[in-house]
Structure formats: C-alpha cells, structure tokens
C-alpha cells in the first residue's frame, strides 16, 4: 500500500491583522492511499478546505504550518518551512469550488489548457491532441477549446475545469466542494464522473464536501472533521453505517432521508471560534455523550482499522 | 465588424456633442476677456478711419451679432473644418497650432515611451514583493516621484545638466547650427525629421535636448505607474483564476504576465490614457523651464494677443486629447476583455 | 438634514486611531500635514519680515538681493532683496487655502450634482452627465488663462479655474457610487411608497455616497496644491509678488543657476506638503480596501 498523502501532526493557522495565529487546522493524522477517492467532511468552518489548500500548495501567504505534510514522499510541509516546487501541478492539482471564477476570463480554453500542457515539454500539437482526448472522455466536444470561459455553462465549466487539472498529469486530485454549484441530479453524475476518472486516469481524489449522504456513496474512506481535527477516519460504509465517534453519529442523524418517519434532529450548540487552542476535547460542548474525563482528556483509538478521536468510542452501543 | 462600426459611429457622434460642449464653454471664456479682438483684425487702426475699419472688421468676425448667434456661427464653422485665420498673424490657425503642437507632443509621447515601461514594471516588482524592504523602498520612490512639481525637478535637472555636465539643454534644436545646415522641419517632430534629412549631428543635437524635459514628464507616468499596477497587481493576484493557475502548476512568469498582468490592462490604459492628458500640464511648465516652444506659449500669445480664433482652436485640440484617450481604452478593453462589447 | 455630528466624530476618530496604529505612512504624512498646518496658522505672527513676505521689495534692495541662506535671512533673499524665509512662510496659508477651497467647493458641487444625475433619470440624467464630461475634458489651465485676461490675477482666478475642473471629476466618482445605491432596497422601496425625490436623496443616497467621495476627496489634495502651483507656476494664476510656492519658485527660474535657492526651497515645501496629503489618502484607501490591507510575500 502506497500513501500519496501522508499527515503528522499538521497544524494550519492563519496570521489575523495584529499578527495572533487563529489555527484553523488542529494536529491533524492523515493517510491518504494511492488511487482511492478520500472524503473530508465536516461543516463549514471545520477547516477542511484549508487542509485540502495544503495538499494542493494554495495555503495563502499569511497562513501558518506546523508538523508535517508528505506528498508521495515529498515533504512539502515541515513546520514553517513549505516548499511546494516540483509538487503543485507535477504530483498534486486542484478542482476549484467556483469553476465561473477559476478560469481566467480573459483567455480562451484551449489557451489555458495550453499553458498547463506546456509545462510538461508538449508541443502544439501534442499538446492539442491531448486536450482533446481528455475533454472527450469528460463528454465534451472539441468545440469547446475556442470558446471563452464566459460562453460557457456552468456544467461545462466545471468539466473544463476538471479537464484542465487532468491535463497537467496530477496523481493528486484535490476537489473542494465540487457539487455544491451543481443541481440534485447532476450530483451523482458528477461523482460517477469523478470514480470514471479515478479509474480511467489512477488518480488519487481527496473529495471535500459537507454533504454527507455523497461521502457515502462516492468515496473508499471518510475522515470527518470536526473543529480543525480528523475526529474520525475510516472506510465510508462503517464509518457511516457505525459511527464510533459522537460527532459522527449526530452528523449521520441529521441527514433527512425520504420514506422514513424520522424526525429530524439537529446538533445543539454551535462549533467553537476557530483559534482556541486548549487541552481536552472539542465537542464537549454539544456532546450527549460527555463526562467529567471528556473536558481535559482525548486520545486517538485505532479500532478495526478506524482511527477515532475520543476516550470512549461508541463502540459497544454500535457492534453489541 | 458591424458592432465595431456602430461603435465608431456612437463614439463619433457622442464626442461631436461633447466638443461642441467645449467650444461654446471656451468661446464664452474668451469673449469675456478684455480687448477688442475686431480692432486687432482691422491691424490696431488709428486716425479717421478707423471706426469704420473696426466696425468693418466687426462684421467680418461676427461679432455684430448676438452672442448666442455668434456662437452658432462658430460651432458651424469649426464643424465643417473652417477653424478660421488666426487674427494675430492672420496665418491658418491649423498651421500655427501644429508647429507648436507637434512640438509638445514630441516631448509628450518620448516621455511616454519611456516612463510607462518604466513604471509598469516597477509597479509588478513591487506588487511581487509587497511587505519586503525592496517592495516599500519601490512604493515610496512611486510616491515621492508622483507629488513632487515638475517644474522642480525640471529645474534641478536643469541646473545639472548645465552645471554639472555641461550640456546645454535649453529649447529644442540649436538655431545657429540648424541655419547653417539648411534644416527644415517637415512634420514637426524634430527627431524624425532629423533622421529623414540624414542630418545626425542635428539629430543628437535634438536628442540632447529632449532628453531632460522628458525625463521630467516621464516621472509621473512612472511613479502613477507604479502606484496604480501595485494597487491592481495585488487585487488581480488574489484572484480565484491565478491562484488556479498556481494550483495548476503554471510557471511563475506565466502566472504574473498570462494570468494576472492580462487583466490589468484595461484598468491601466485608463489611468494611462487620463495621465497622458494631465501630463499636458507638466509638458507646459516643463517647456517653460527649459524655454522650448510648445502649447504653453502658443495659448499665452493667443490669449495676450487676443486672438480668440488661434485659442479656441487650441483648447478644442487638447480637450479632444481626452476623448481620444477614452476612446482608445474602450478599444483595448474590449480587445482584452471578451465579455465587454464595443 | 440631521447629521449625528456625534457618532459622525467618534466614527473619524476611531477609524484614524486604528489607522494611525497599523500604518506608518500614515503617521508620516498626518505629522507632516500638521506641521505645515501649525506653520500656516502661526506664519502671521512668526513671520520675521512681514511686509517682505507679501511681496514689498526692501528699502535697501542693492544690499540684500541674492544673499545665499544665513542666520539673518534662513531660506536666503531673493533677486529683489526680500526674505525668503517670510515668503516661504506665508506661502503655507495660501497652499492650505487653496486647497481647502478647491476641494471644498467642488465637492459640494459635484456630489449634489452626481447625485442628482444618478438618481433622476429622463433630461437632467442626460443633461448632468454631458456638463461632468465637457468639464472632465478641459485642464484647468486653459480655464484660468482666458479668466485671468478677464478679471485680473488673484485668488479668485485660481480657485475658481480649478473648480471649474474639479466638480466634474467628483460628479462622476459620485455619480458612479450613487448609481449603485440608487439601486439598492433601502432607495427604491422609500421611492416606490412615496416619499418625495428630495428627502431620498438626502437621507439615503447622500449619507451613503459622501463618505467615499471624501476619502477620494482627501486623497486628492496632494494632486490640487501640484496643480495649482504649476498654474501659478506659470503665471496664469495669483499675481507676481503674491508670497506663493508656486509664485516664488517662477520668481527664481531666471536666477536657477545663480540663486538656487529661491526656486528650490518652495518647490521642496510644495513636495512635501502633496506627499504627505497622499500618504494620507492612500493609507486610508489601502485600509479601506481588505485586498489591500495585508502585507504579504509572494507564495508561489
């Protein structure tokens, strides 16, 4: 088993105006493998696009890094010290939230498929021929290279962008929020898309999202996140089918499902202000299932190859 | 093409409006000064004669009519090409603007070609390293050149060039040696015709003598330059398309110019093209200080003379400076830009 | 129209204490516009050779002319004799209310009638933005030379060329900020129950236009004093003796090589001054601005 991505300790702030770091991405142990789709889910705010940032090199100026991050052996991450030269665009590559905003609305698409084939030593014509076949396999038609961003629809855009972040040869997809632009019905679609490309290409997907209910269906593993922590991380069906972690249960619990009479439950409280930094663990606020012990003490169990942030695990309320 | 047409056709139409705007705003001005632009016509007449002469040459200059006729009259003539004879040296008035002109737009677009490279990647270097020492040093040279006076510089330049090295700078071309060698001005910018006579001895000669006013002039194009690309450069590389780009593995240079610079363009050539026209100021005192002919002492000698012809004349030829300007960064927005439509 | 001075001058109080805090150019330029501001104000009673200063050329002129900079005389004489230094002096007064006044006055004018031109549609749409665009193409220097053949040099030839000028350039900044909050639920719901055009206007869309055409506003000053002084510059403004950077630094031109000084010292003045009302503006528009607020390196 190859790990494309590789996390130990990683902690990710950024520097407000009075130079105080709010850290945004706590200690976080993560193992992505090579060519599986990786779900990182949590709600907003719980700092998993700024760890999907970090693996595709687009952490701002200002941000902050502690620990380490390995991308296919590459240690792109050590401490304060990231190098991401030979990493972005070579190893890893990224799937924009907003494809409207990503493409530059000046250029049109096959320019910019242009640019990025031209790091890799192509010619034109190479080159041109290249982006055709992988517009063809995201069924786009070759028309499509002479238009300008803004002659496009949205579904379209996302393809193209898709497109031109397989173009530059990635082994390390990074998709932040790829569906939260796209209708309903274009969702499953979309990560058939992504599981066709996975297979076509031998990518690796690290697939942020909110949307728990498409962690399920489209991804291998999850990792759950919860106020900067991977709190749980795990093969999907189990770690959906049986939450070890408190915050993973209620997450599930939400989900409305249609057809069943349940009434719909909601996680009372709110996350804590990104920044805090302190002993104990996170969701003792709006966790039912606290204790005395729970506010200053947490450890990381390993129970049947699912890793989980928490002193006692829900594991024999789930398996009993 | 069809656009484009229609666009030309609307810009035309609409600055047709606007210089009849100016006409009748500089006309009123110069009605109002002091004088009697009539008894200048008639040549200053005196003895019996000259009421008659003066109220021949009323006449003649409109000026018996009522004010709001006169300025239709003018408007007319003006539209339809007949910018008059100039009443001072009674010479075509398009004559005399144009060897004064041509003459600062020598200086004007030299300075130009040289201060907007300059500024322009000042300004990107800068943006590049914001918060850097190298970054502030850049940014305050850009401040201190864009609000100092130009005929401050003009002069300190001046003085160094004659004290210190010992170069003469003063006015355009040096007379004696022009004389001498039998030079004629073709087109009026004393560089290329220079260079089309073959003469090089007057060629560097001229070249000597542009060279410090337009460095003067050229300092506000460089240091707005590198305000204005700073301010545009940081908005431009925050956006989602270069970090994209970044992302993506785009080389840096690619990013800076393909990505980033591209969409500045438009925002610059306004800038650019609304400086070039303030810059018409700084030509003017800078031509002062260094004693060259230009628009400066054209318009003085106009108004003096009260030759209400030559400096209505003038003023429609530099208020049209700004429509120009306008008109070319619409072009080069829609020629950057594919969502804008001329 | 009720301004709430009150909040209004906690609002500018806080706002330049923050910005005093975070920025250092901004610091600069606020010692710099104070201190010619303290000159200006104290320049009638500092000033050591008053009736020098205001142009009167000294009895024994032969004797003092030219002299470089001393004890006596700090900033030197000029070629007639007078003390620079008290013409210097009394030039701060005149660069402050020049100043004050241009901007002052054109932007009353321009923000009433931007205003208007944005939120009336139909004729006077039409009608106030042709004005903004004839008056944005002529430079103020072809204004004052016709006006200053008509009235004679002064003040009021200045003042009233650059305004002719400059109450186009803020119509049109306040016309496009106007335009998009004519736009806005808060002034079209009051338009549509009823309310009269004028209180709109007033309570609305003017609160909302004004403060950033002040902040341009206050950038701008730099750009007016260097306007100003090359009108002056050039003779075509204030009279030949007035105690006027801009004036005395022509006074000079003929004597650069001999009396430096005398050009040189008011053009620095002049530098200084438009340097530290754009440190001003434009620490204010970085601080308004979030994209512009952080220092940064480059990250790729």
Redesign the interface.
């Known amino acids: 088993m190859v790990l494309a991505v590789e996390s130990k300790g990683l902690s990710i702030g950024y520097l407000d105006e009075e130079d105080r770091v709010l850290w945004v991405v706590k200690n976080v142990d993560m193992q992505v493998r090579e060519g599986e789709i990786y779900c990182l889910v949590g709600e907003s705010g719980c700092g998993k696009t700024t760890l999907g940032s970090s693996i595709?090199?687009?952490l701002p100026p200002y941000s902050v890094t502690r620990g380490e991050l390995i991308i296919y052996g590459r240690r792109v991450i050590k401490d304060d010290l990231r190098s991401y030269e030979g990493v972005?665009?070579?190893l890893?590559?990224?799937i924009?939230q907003?494809p409207g905003?990503?493409?530059?609305?000046?250029?049109r698409i096959w320019d910019q498929f242009w640019?990025?084939l031209?790091?890799q030593g192509l010619n034109e014509k190479t080159a041109k021929e290249r982006a055709t076949a992988i517009l063809k396999t995201l069924s786009l038609g070759q028309g499509v290279l002479e238009h300008?961003p803004?002659e496009l629809s949205g579904g379209m855009l996302q393809r193209v962008?898709i497109g031109?972040?397989l173009?530059?040869g990635?082994k390390v997809l990074v998709a932040d929020e790829p569906t939260s632009s796209v209708d309903a019905h274009l969702k499953l679609q979309l990560m058939r898309l992504f599981k066709d490309v996975r297979d076509n290409y031998g990518v690796t997907i690290v697939l942020i999202t909110h949307d728990i209910l498409l962690a399920g269906k489209a991804c291998d593993r999850v990792a759950v996140m919860y106020a900067g922590e991977i709190v749980e991380e795990g093969d999907s069906i189990s770690v959906l089918t049986r939450p070890l972690h408190p915050y993973t249960k209620l997450l599930v619990d939400v989900v409305p499902l249609l057809g069943f009479k349940k009434t719909l439950a909601s996680i009372p409280g709110e996350p804590p202000k990104p920044g805090l930094l302190r002993e104990g663990c996170y969701f003792y606020e709006r966790c039912p299932f606290r204790d005395e012990v729970c506010l200053n003490h947490v450890e990381t169990q390993v129970i049947d190859g699912r890793r989980v942030k928490c002193w006692k695990p829900l594991v024999d309320k789930t398996t009993s | 093409m069809v656009a484009s047409l229609n666009y030309l056709f609307k810009r035309v139409f609409y600055s047709v409006?606007?210089v009849i705007?100016?006409i009748v705003?500089?006309y009123l001005?110069?009605i109002?000064?002091?004088?009697d632009p009539a008894a200048r016509w008639a040549g200053n007449p005196r003895g019996p004669g000259a009421e008659k002469a003066i109220e021949f040459a009323r006449v003649e200059l409109n000026l018996d009519k009522p004010l709001y006729l006169q300025v239709i009259l003018f408007i007319y003539n003006v539209l339809t090409g007949n910018l008059g004879v100039s009443i001072s040296t009674k010479t075509p008035v398009l004559t005399a603007i144009w060897t004064h002109m041509s003459s600062t737009l020598e200086l004007l677009i030299f300075a130009y070609i040289i201060g907007i490279p300059i500024g322009v990647l000042l300004g990107v270097f800068s943006s590049?390293?914001?918060?850097?020492f190298k970054g502030d040093v850049l940014e305050s040279i850009g401040?201190?050149v864009?609000?100092?006076?130009?005929?401050?510089t003009g002069?300190?330049l001046?003085?160094v060039f004659?004290?210190v090295l010992g170069v003469s700078s003063y006015g355009r071309i040096d007379t004696r040696l022009a004389t001498i060698m039998g030079f004629k001005p073709i087109t009026g910018f004393y560089l290329i015709d220079t260079l089309i006579q073959g003469n090089i001895i007057l060629f560097f000669d001229v070249l000597k003598r542009l060279i410090p006013p337009a460095i003067v002039v050229s300092l506000y194009p460089i240091g707005t330059g590198i305000?204005v690309v700073r301010?545009l450069m940081?908005?431009a590389?925050?956006?989602?398309?270069v970090?994209?780009?970044?992302?993506?593995?785009?080389?840096?240079r690619?990013?800076i110019w393909?990505?980033a610079f591209?969409?500045i363009i438009p925002g610059l050539t306004q800038v650019m093209g609304l400086s070039f026209?303030?810059s018409?100021?700084?030509a003017?005192?800078v031509e002062?200080?260094f004693g060259r002919e230009g628009l400066?002492s054209l318009?003085?000698g106009a108004?003096?003379s009260n030759d209400f012809k030559l400096?209505v004349a003038t003023?429609i030829i530099?208020?049209?400076f700004?429509?120009i300007a306008n008109t070319i960064t619409d072009i080069v927005q829609a020629w950057?830009?594919?969502?804008v439509k001329l | 129209m009720r301004i709430r001075v009150p909040t209004l001058m906690i609002s500018v109080v806080s706002t330049v204490r923050r910005v005093w805090k975070r920025r250092m150019r901004f610091r600069i330029g606020l010692i710099i516009v104070s201190a010619i501001t303290l000159l200006a104000v104290l320049s009638p009673f500092i000033v050591p050779y008053p009736s020098e200063g205001w142009g009167l050329i000294p009895l024994n002129e032969t004797n003092v002319s030219g002299q470089p900079p001393s004890l006596a005389h700090l900033f030197g004489t000029d070629d007639k004799g007078r003390d620079l230094f008290s013409r210097v002096l009394l030039g701060s007064s005149t660069a402050l209310l020049q100043i004050v006044l241009v901007v002052g006055v054109s932007l009353v004018i321009g923000l009433t009638l931007g205003v208007l031109a944005a939120y009336y549609k139909g004729l006077v749409e039409y009608s106030l933005n042709?004005?903004i665009?004839?008056?944005?193409?002529?430079?103020?220097?072809?204004?004052a030379?016709?006006?200053k053949?008509?009235f004679g040099p002064g003040l009021h030839v200045i003042i009233a060329s650059m305004v002719l000028t400059w109450w186009a350039w803020y119509g049109r900044v306040a016309s496009v900020y106007a335009r998009s909050v004519c736009e806005m639920d808060y002034v079209t719901i009051p338009k549509l129950s009823g309310l009269p055009g004028y209180k709109i206007v007033v309570r609305h869309v003017l609160r909302n236009v004004s403060p950033p055409v002040i902040v341009q506003a206050v950038t701008d000053f730099?750009s007016v004093l260097?306007?100003a002084?090359?009108?002056n510059?050039?003779g075509f403004g204030l009279p030949p003796d007035y105690p006027d950077w801009?004036v005395i630094?022509?006074n000079g031109?003929y004597y650069?090589?001999k009396m430096?000084w005398i050009?040189?010292i008011p053009?620095?003045f002049?530098?200084v001054t438009?340097?530290g009302f754009?440190?001003i503006g434009?620490a204010l528009r970085d601080e308004l601005?979030p994209?512009?607020r952080r220092?940064?390196?480059?990250w790729?």
Not at chain 2, 336 to 339: A, G, S
């Open positions: 595709a090199g687009v972005r665009g070579k890893t590559s990224y924009p907003n905003s990503s493409l530059s609305p000046y250029m640019r990025v031209r790091e300008y803004h962008a031109l972040s173009a530059t990635a | 409006f606007i705007g100016i705003v500089t001005l110069i109002l000064s002091p004088g590049l390293r914001r918060g850097s401040f201190i864009a609000n100092t006076p130009s005929f401050w002069m300190a001046f003085l004659s004290e305000r301010v940081s908005e590389l925050s956006e989602d398309y970090k994209q780009a970044i992302a993506l593995g785009v080389s840096r690619t990013v393909d990505y591209k969409g026209v303030y018409l100021v700084d003017m005192v002062y200080v400066g318009l003085v108004v003096v400096a003023l530099i208020s049209s700004y429509i950057i830009d594919p969502r | 042709y004005l665009e004839v008056f944005l193409a002529l430079p103020a220097i072809l204004i030379i016709p006006l053949m008509a730099g260097l306007e002084s090359a009108i510059f050039l801009g630094a022509q031109l650069i090589t430096p050009s040189l053009g620095f002049i530098m438009a340097l754009s440190m434009d601005d994209k512009l220092r940064w390196r480059l790729f």
